[in-house]
């Protein structure tokens, strides 16, 4: 099997957005695992997962596509990877200062990849060491892992059934969400972390793969707005297929 994501790295330290404040040893993630026909119909172009995380001065982006990647799969050459940034000052509000990474396959599975216009490297990133740049601001691996997302679908489905059953007699507030008691709400989030019997929670991607696209970025190349990010990934293609994915 491959190997998880965070060792895969090495050296290498939607649309939902949340931001991410340079400094502090904070990360994000967003699933988005199984879509429609029109995006699974490429699924080298099915975003399954985001990540952002630091690593001392670094920001790492990282994305994961095609569910349950069989062993051979490969990024389409037909295809943008882009990661979305932007940067601002403080808060939480809206972002400026986009700065695109935006990576590339050619059929022999070398990497294009541009961050925004101040640097670009290509060549083959499916080493465990990555691809560096020559002056070392950007380090960037591309290749089959295992899928580093833990998904409790049996307490999932656990939930699902709770909620169904107890519909007829919930009530809603003005934003249309249920009104749950504390001991109602604090049940279901017990459930979402175990077993339907109480027992420890089964990761129902264990054993799936991906493809993944991970970049360690020096934060200087990526928050000319100010230390507060956002960020989110899409995927891009010649046809008709693409995804979407943020934080």
Known sequence: MPMRLRPALGTLAAVASVA???GYAASALSADHQDGPA???DPSADINDVYTWMD???VVLAMTTYPAAPTGAQFSNNVQYVFHTGSAAAGLGATTDPV?????FDASQNIHLWVGTSEYLTGNASATTGLSSTDGMVKVFAGLRADPFFFNLAGFKQVALDVQAAAGGLTFNEAGCPNLGATTAGALVAQLGTAPDGGVAVN???TFNG???VVSINKTLLTKGGAVM?????TYSTGTVGDAGGQ
């Open 204 to 206: 129902h991607f264990a």
């Open 211 to 213: 493809l993944a696209i």
């Open 100 to 104: 695109d990474v935006i990576a590339t």
């Open 230 to 234: 956002s960020v989110w990934g899409g």
């Open 56 to 58: 001392g001065t670094n």
């Open 39 to 41: 995006t699974t119909a």
């Open 20 to 22: 991410t404040i340079i």
